[in-house]
Each structure stands twice: as C-alpha cells, then as structure tokens.
C-alpha cells in the first residue's frame, strides 16, 4: 500500500510559476514510476506527466511540454512538479500517482491516488 498526499496548490495569475508536491509513504517509494494528472471543470481527467522510478525517464502531454518539470526524490519519497508559464487552461485538480508498471500515460496503469490539489490559474 502506498499512501499519497499531494500540497502546494493554489490560485496564480497566468503567466505565473508554481510547485505542487507529493509526499508518499508506505511501501517502497522508488519501487515506483509516478505520474501526474489533472482534472479540470467539465472534463475528463487527463495525463500531464510521468518519471521512472529512477527519475531518469520521464514523458508529457503535448500541452504541458516546455512548460511543466516533473522531478523526484527517492529520499525523501517525493515528487514535484514544477509549472511555469501558465495559463487558464491549466486550471484543474491535480492529482499524482503511483504505478508499478513504469512509466505510463493512461490512469489504469496506476494502482494508488492521491486526493488532489486545486490549481487555479486567472487570466
């Protein structure tokens, strides 16, 4: 079991940068690729971003490319992402993930969630 707990959300102005983080605990942390997505009002939830287990890997969704760093450390069983330049469209609760199948971009492939932070952007 691994337990996630996701911080650092927030109301910014476009254009604006701002971290979320995700601190885990339970079982082996580095065991694990973590991914990132987003639910925005309306609509569907969606990938943003992934990392291995090593933080070596990592993968985006087109719309966040250039813009979002995914990032991790294994010793203190967190990870972060990193969000600049955003935009209104970026609003959304953010939610982060754990899979034991590496890296991936569809949510089945993550067994444990986290509840979510809020991330508004305003134009």
């Known amino acids: 079991q691994v337990h996630l707990v996701e911080s650092g959300g927030g109301l910014v102005q476009a254009g604006a940068s701002l971290r979320v983080s995700c601190a885990a605990s339970?079982?082996?942390?580095?065991?694990?690729?973590m991914g990132w997505f987003r639910q925005g009002p309306g609509k569907e939830r969606e990938f943003v971003a992934a990392?291995?287990?090593?933080?070596?890997?990592?993968t985006y969704a087109d719309s966040v490319k250039g813009r979002f760093t995914i990032s991790r450390n294994n010793a203190q069983n967190t990870v972060y992402l990193q969000m600049n330049s955003l935009k209104p469209e970026d609003t959304a609760v953010y939610y982060c993930?754990?899979?034991?199948?590496?890296?991936?971009?569809?949510?089945?492939?993550?067994?444990?969630w986290g509840q979510g932070t809020q991330v508004t952007v305003s134009s």
């Open positions: 990392i291995g287990w090593a933080g070596v890997s990592t």
């Open positions: 993930a754990a899979s034991d199948r590496g890296v991936a971009t569809v949510p089945y492939n993550y067994k444990y």
């Open positions: 339970g079982r082996m942390f580095s065991d694990y690729a």
